[in-house]
């Protein structure tokens, strides 16, 4: 099980903002950068935001990301149709023998 | 472009041993670390193993430790993820990912479009 804790799911209306929380501990996301990743579904996971809060190219600034402490945020404004989607925080952590950890995954729906 | 493509899932009896491979292009993948994440059916994501970019060494999730082994072929341009042992909870969407890393950060860009691994008799 994930140690990175979401919310399941979130929802408003087109147009609207929704915010996606990533809670975790001072091994992970206290001392390492937070990524986060869009999964549609039956496809594969896409790079969302790298280094808490930084976009890859054609990803438009609707998308943004932040970090507080032990705990980081995606926000998404404008909501479109398009954008609902798994969303999955992720980062390093100290504590694992694998290094890394994903986040439990938040549904996002346009009402 | 930079692209990743998984092969080699299928349907395989408990106990038994598959192999599966990544085929990347667009980039050169001596210059990356890499790693193999998987999703089982309606789950979310699990590291599973990754691997330096000359192949000196890996890391693996305690649940595969032991019975899956992580390689490369730079030459090749290809990763790859021996499993054996399987188990039924083994079942998931294998991916292969290019692991970015810095000196303080790292993420994955891009993804594999997946290979489905199915633990069953």
């Known amino acids: 099980q994930s140690v990175l804790t979401q919310p399941p799911s979130v929802s408003a209306a087109p147009g609207q903002k929704v915010t996606i929380s990533c809670s975790g501990s001072s091994s992970n996301i206290g001392n390492n950068y937070v990524s986060w990743y869009r999964q549609f579904p039956g496809t594969a996971p896409q790079l969302l935001i790298y280094e808490n809060n930084k976009r890859p190219s054609g990803i438009p600034d609707r998308f943004s990301g932040s970090k507080s402490g032990t705990s980081a945020t995606l926000g998404i404004t404008g909501l479109q149709a398009g954008d609902e989607a798994d969303y999955y925080c992720?980062?390093?952590?100290?504590?694992?023998?694998?290094?890394?950890?994903f986040g439990t995954g938040t549904k996002v729906t346009v009402l | 472009q930079v692209e990743l493509v998984e092969s080699g899932g299928g349907l395989v009896k408990p106990g038994g041993s598959l192999r599966l491979s990544c085929a990347a292009s667009?980039?050169?993948?001596?210059?990356?670390?890499m790693c193999w994440i998987r999703q089982a059916p309606g789950k979310g994501l699990e590291w599973v193993a990754y691997i330096s970019s000359t192949g000196s060494y890996s890391k693996y999730a305690d649940s595969v430790k032991g019975r899956f082994t992580i390689s490369r072929d730079n030459p090749k341009k290809s990763l790859y993820l021996q499993m054996n042992t399987l188990r039924a909870e083994d079942t998931a969407v294998y991916y292969c990912a290019r692991l970015v890393v810095t000196v303080t950060s790292s993420w994955f860009d891009p993804w594999g479009q997946g290979t489905l691994v199915t633990v069953s008799s």
């Open positions: 992720g980062t390093w952590d100290g504590n694992l023998s694998v290094g890394g950890v």
């Open positions: 667009g980039f050169t993948l001596s210059d990356y670390y």
